[in-house]
């Protein structure tokens, strides 16, 4: 039984704090947890350092919604939903 | 390709990240000395420098930009494709130090290859500004590179860099335990790899390795291979030992990457410290501003405004420098050379020809120079970033914006304008839509035409026109873009390169790169059209006339003047002018190409005057005028004499507007794609779309007409103008509202919030 609660709340704690990239509020910080690796456009992602337990953070949407720049590993890089959402991150339990 | 050195010319390979100041290094070695040209099979520009050292000659080749070797492009996939041929001579890889641990992520695949570039520690004054340092030794130590800290915007530290290269001996530094080199699990399985197809790591060549490594990550790995397949098992279970989660196959990929990021970290902590911020703050108060969620726009706005009359109001003035130019050239031509076809060709073919290139260049070099500095300075990413949204709603990148709205302006500096774009495909889709933006030059076309069809209300049927034309444009990237979305699949990333102060030596690099290209390569397509379409409205030169109007005119002549005899003399040489313009092979090819255009309600006369159309559309009218004089002096009263209606006249204009851009545009389009087959199809395109266009809206017209209140064919009309109007305005609502979302099938599989998705 205390297995079983544990394992709930531990999944409520991950449904709290798990987003796609697309929908990380602007200004928050997350850390990238993964990515998904089936999609063609994955490796390119990769290859420019948005690799797990990296922090990343939503700097700014565009005018009409779209795009929107995220800083990682010292630089700014702005990604249609389309990319952000093959993305998953974790917001830091403790905060911003 | 076999590498030629001798003991004078070495070939050097420039390597590195877009925006990491590649370009700016080139031009600081080799100064205007460029030769361009295509990579062998691909239509890729190739830039090829020399620079002559104590030692000898360097030459030098820029090659594409890229973040990896992996290639997202056609582009990219040229760094691989040189690869072995580029480890033969020298690599140079520009790092970016102010964006150290993604630029290092190239010189880490080199390095696992074996490759041992020289590497060129770029934009170091603003890292060092920052309060960053790095321990140069150790750097190449523990990377068995060659570094040298260049500033190449101002050629700082690049003469060190060329003596270094130039050296008769040219050794990499020797590395026993290289921190970059790939760690013994992936090497194993990678030199496991290589023995299935009977190579050793040792003896391959880098591409070798790299395909190798890339077969051991793919995702698709070739099936028959079975012995591949368990060597991918083997590595992903060794990796998996010590583990909270097991590594699977297909999270290889991701395990690679995230082991390179690691072992840069480690060689970064090693021997460099990075500035906690590499972000200024005044940059990010810059950025606030500029992209702001309600200034962004406007500001935007104001810029592109400026550009846009700088380009083609300022530009009219040198503009009328050139034109009158040339006409002082056509004069002294008429008046000194002997009259004859060596005159008329002197004059009506080369000179305006020449003309016609050269008044482009005001527009061109005006553009340039801000486009030069927008995206020097920063902003052009930012333009890009706020525009993006509106953009791909017909499936462009947000960088297509400048060229497209330059396109109203003229077409020919807009289609060299798209050079901003990265992606060679986005290149080519804002190419292919840019001649359906109604250019400056189509206005008084559309004023002359709509004014004579339509005397009473000119300005409604312009309208209409306009309307129908913006239909065709979002239509046709709409279709481009949904055709061809499986073909292309390399990622939207948009990096933001920090703002910097243009120098004028790029903006001048830039200029002068431009305008040598333009008159070089589209300026000697455009003149030899501009021939060709002489040639054909003057030749053959004796037409075979039905009467002797030689005669008859002297006889009148001879006469005494009268009111009677002048026109008796103008009607006979109106006669035998049109008889001798039917002779000519334009007006063969016109009346032979009929039966094709007859079905849209064109007499041979329309069909004629498209084709000087091709040369500039304003020819149309002039042509026009001149075949039906006989009919009437007023072009709209003669071509109503012979049959032609408002609907066939709103038919014809319709045509004109989308059937071919002129010339010059394609003369661009033809260097600028570097592809005879694109330019032709999207030559095909455009006949077909206007041809269909056109013959809908007559189908449309006539059942109006016919109707007298048909019910039928009445909804029919209200229902095609209503789904015209909801396709026009859903690209719109899209575009600033609505939360497009392309990238699942339905809501079940979306990953955004329930609520925005609109599946």
Redesign the interface.
Known sequence: MLDISNFISKAAKMVRTTYSLADLPEGSTGTIRDIDALSPTAQRLLDMGFVPGTPIKAIKRAPMGDPTTYEIRGYQVGLRRTESALIDVEIKPDGK | MANKITTNSRNVYLVGNPNSGKTSLFNAITGERHRVGNWPGVTVQKIEGITDTANGRLIINDLPGT??L?P?TPEEEIVLKTLDEAATGIIINVVDI?????NL?LTTQLVELGVNPVVSLNCFDSFTRAGGSIDLQKFSSFTGTTPFPTVARRGEGVSSMIEHLSRSEYLAPECCNNMLALPDLWKKAAEDALACQGLKWASATPVQRYNALRELIS?KPLESDIKVQEIRRQLATQLSQGREKPVKV??L??EL??DR?RRIEKLIAACAT?PGK??PPWQEKL??VL????L??PIFALMMAWVFWTTFSLGEIPMGWMESLVELAGNFVRANVQEGLLQELLADGIISGVGGVLVFIPNILILFFWIAILEDSGYM?RA???M???M?SIGLH?RAFIPMIMGLGCNVPAVLATRIIDNRFQRLLTMLLIPLVTCAARLPVLVLLCGTFFPENPSMWMFSLFFVNLLVLIFLGHMTSFLFKTVE????????PPYRLPTAASVWHMLYEKAMHFVEKAGTVILAGAIVIWVLSVFPREVPLSFNYEAELAALKSQAVTAETTEQIAALTHKRDIEQMEGRYMARIGKLMHPVMAPLGFSWRETVSLIPGFLAKESVVSTLTVLYLPYDEDLGKGMSKTGMNKLSAFVFMLFTLLYIPCIATLGVVWRESGSTKFTALSLLVYFVIAYLVSFAALKIGEALQASNGTAAEAVTIVLVGIFAGWYLLRTLLN??IG?Q????AGCSGC???SSDCQG
Do not use: Q, V, W
């Open positions: 973040y990896s992996t997202a102010a964006n150290f641990e993604r992520f995702l297909i999270d990929a991701c990457a995230s990021y990075i590499s972000i950025d606030a992209t702001h969620r309600f962004g726009l990413s890009a970033f706020i993006d949204r509106m791909n947000g699949n390399s990622p939207f990333l948009l990096e933001m575009t600033f939360r979302c392309n990238s699942c990953p955004s919030k």
